[in-house]
């Protein structure tokens, strides 16, 4: 994709700034992502690579603006029991606990004696891997791990999803891991009578007139058919609670005379065909033009025209889609 360098000597990508050498302030750029990584690129010639960082972040390389690289080159000196045995992971594990320390993350340590216990169920390979990725989308928390691994993201990409090491244990359903057949049915006891149907209405052995449970007003039990109680179901929910909507705004209460839309373009995006068309539409100006208004009251009218809607930020949507490709669940 082509960009062109701000006067701060930047390119923004998906909301984040990345900084390229100042000599190519106003100059056009290639920039494409790789990996996890941002890769710019003047005439055919790479002149800077960052890591993907989340929106509204930055990443600036001192070296783009004449200044020293001032880049650590001493190995870290651990602190604390939990960063000895993190570290103990290897220059993978260094460059995870420089940033997630650079980023402030709460109770680091905490973090890390979690991280570590991945190793025992997931192995130190899978657990190397799934911090490449977990440093790469800046996802320094043990939980983040954990949802990386569980997506199978750990692995290789585009290779086959991995699960814990050791054999799943059997659940009450399963023996020995597999499912087992039909049950037997029990044996009856000695001098026991079978019960079987019978075409009189009552069980075979049984004295007559038991074939059926009566309470003493004569009335049977109020029983599920089969012996099986359906499953009760919920009401549907609501469609307008669903959209998630900030504040409630319809097209009848927006205020076209104080709002600079025209009249012709609020007509053609308010009429039935228009919403009902599930097209894309978006709303650029300066803020008090009323486009939140509008975009929530044609919401609004979908709900009414049977459609699902769901409201959301840009800023959810781009963390939602980072935090998506941290997990392997969207693809990059």
Not at 218 to 237: F, T, Y
Request: charged share 30%; glycine share 12%; aromatic share 4%.
């Amino acid at each position: 994709m082509a960009r062109k360098v701000d006067r701060l000597s930047t390119v923004r990508i998906g909301s984040a700034r990345y900084s390229v050498p100042h000599r190519l302030v106003g100059e056009a750029v290639e920039v494409a992502v790789e990996d996890g990584e941002v890769v710019v690129s003047h005439r055919g010639e790479e002149v800077a690579r960052h890591r993907l960082v989340a929106p509204g972040e930055c990443s600036i390389a001192d070296e783009h603006y004449g200044g020293p690289d001032r880049r650590p080159r001493r190995r870290l000196r651990p602190r604390g029991e939990a960063e000895r045995a993190f570290l103990a992971l290897g220059e993978v594990a260094e460059r995870f606990l420089r940033d997630a320390a650079a980023a402030g993350t709460p109770r680091l340590a905490s973090e890390l004696r979690g991280i570590v216990e991945l190793e025992a169920a997931w192995g130190r390979e899978e657990l190397l891997r799934t911090l490449e990725r977990a440093t790469a989308f800046r996802r320094f928390t043990a939980a983040d791990l954990r949802a990386i691994l569980a997506a199978g993201a750990g692995a290789s990409p585009g290779g086959s999803r991995r699960s814990p090491r050791g054999p799943s244990p059997p659940t009450p359903w399963t023996v020995g891991g597999r499912r087992p057949g039909p049950r037997p049915r029990p044996r009856a006891g000695p001098g026991a009578a079978e019960a079987r149907p019978d075409p009189g209405g009552g069980p075979r052995g049984a004295p007559a007139g038991q074939g059926r449970a009566v309470d003493p007003g004569g009335a049977a039990p109020d029983a599920p058919r089969g012996g099986v109680r359906r499953p009760r179901r919920d009401p549907p929910p609501d469609p307008l609670k669903a959209a998630s909507f900030p504040v409630r705004k319809t097209l009848e209460g927006f205020q076209l005379p104080l709002s600079p839309v025209p009249r012709a373009t609020f007509d053609h995006l308010a009429s039935p065909e228009r919403i009902r068309g599930a097209e894309n539409l978006c709303l650029v100006g300066p803020a008090g033009t009323g486009k939140t208004h509008l975009l929530i009251g044609l919401g609004h009218a979908a709900v009414e025209e049977g459609s699902r809607v769901r409201s959301t930020t840009a800023i959810e949507l781009a963390r939602h889609l980072y935090r998506g490709l941290a997990e392997g669940s969207v693809a990059g």
